[in-house]
């Protein structure tokens, strides 16, 4: 199988269905439009909503999509594993009233098989438990053994979002082999560990739910399919991690360089290098769509990912400004998909170089106020003669426009000070050693 790039993979696709009478499609805006439901567009389908409902006609029945999307739901979990991002690009083909079942079932095929060159014998489908048409297009029209298809029930395989047109659905699942699984003797399709990895999944529009449990067949049926572009290429180059696929792996590697570090060394550096290298593409994107940073909704969204990736590009000992530099990099991997980043390129560097100039000044004078509290701390230490009293207290220092954890400096013994943030406002525990520093640590201090 051919390692194919993620530019190579989205072109592929694109083309692939552009060969069966589908529309491709420009990626939609990462701001929705006329949809207050969402902050940011998340999924493939989201901005194709308005054609799956009526409310709009779509320029044509079939069509086909790569998506940026960005989720933050989980964005204390980012850095800490290899699986978690903020930003993705999701492919997708539709139908709006046109083809159904046969047609993306066996496309789906086609183009694994086929076009990238997956092994068919280690690619699994899933189908919902009762849906018998699904099964014998797998089995008896593409050929499929009957134990490879696996039954799900309505959690994993039924699409549904209370009210309105739901369906079941048919994912692909692709056998990583033995060195990404888990060794228990039961691993298979379903199991939590890395060695099945789904990689497609074709969603049947077929019914209407009134909310209250009822279901009729819809007169227009439609066909919904999603494939993370980062997760086909983490199948198709055969690497442990969307951190490690050759666009993102080349962007961790600018990070490495401007900090002197090397990736998969120590854990906490890890976690760092995957923070700055996720959020800085997550920003890069954002701003060329018009985001700009704000302390509310997307503006905010945005403004905390830049300044956790300042933060940690501190942790890892980059010094001044570098985040316009990543974003850079980003631009140049990622304009074969996306050329409206090359023309906005100038515009996109100046509103990440300004925010992290700003958020730059308020973390040097809090680091400043900081420093100076500990030290007289110590002073105050040194003259009390009682040391056995362990107790905590907590200092709070209210950030105004910080809603980060700071970084505490690096003569700080790190097992008599402990610093955290609770919405926005860091807490810093010291040893409890009189009445006076007690009151001392009382002390609120604003930051504008």
Known sequence: ?????????????????????????????LVPHNDNSLLLINAGMAPLKPYFTGQEIPPRRRVCTCQKCIRTGDIENIGKTARHGTFFEMLGNFSFGDYFKTESLHWSWEFLTQVVG?????????????????????????????????????ED?????????????????????????????????????????????NVFSQFENDGHGNYTELAQKNIDTGMGLERLAVVVQDVDSLFTIDTNKALLDRVCQLAGKEYQK???????????????????F????????????RGYVLRRLLRRAARHGRKLGIEGKFLAN??????????DGYPELEEKKEFILNVISKEEEQFNKTIDQGLGILAEMISDMEKKEEKNEDKKDGRYL????????????????DNVEKDKIEAKVENGVLSISIPKRTEEEAKMAEKVIEIK
């Open 326 to 335: 990543l974003s850079d990099t980003v631009i140049a991997l990622s304009k």
């Open 394 to 409: 907590r200092r709070e220092f209210s950030y105004s426009k910080f809603q980060q954890t700071m970084v505490l400096p």
């Open 286 to 297: 954002m701003i060329s769509d018009g985001i700009m940073p704000s302390n509310e909704g």
């Open 157 to 201: 395989n039924f699409w549904e979002h209370g009210a309105g047109p739901c369906g079941p659905c048919s994912e692909i699942y692709y056998d990583r082999g033995e060195k990404y699984g888990c060794g228990k003797p039961d691993c298979t399709v379903g199991c939590e560990c890395d060695r099945y990895i789904e990689v497609w999944n």
């Open 1 to 29: 199988m051919q390692k194919y790039g993620v530019n190579e993979l989205r072109r592929m696709f694109l083309e692939f269905f552009e060969s069966k009478d589908h529309l491709a499609m420009k990626s939609f805006s």
């Open 118 to 154: 997956l092994d068919p014998d280690r690619l699994y489908p899933s189908i919902y438990l009762d849906d018998e048409e699904a099964f014998k297009i797998w089995n008896e029209e593409i050929g499929v053994p009957a134990e490879r298809i696996f039954r799900f029930g309505r």
């Open 266 to 284: 120590d854990y906490e550096t890890d976690v760092s290098l995957r923070i700055v290298t996720d959020h800085i593409k997550s920003c890069t």
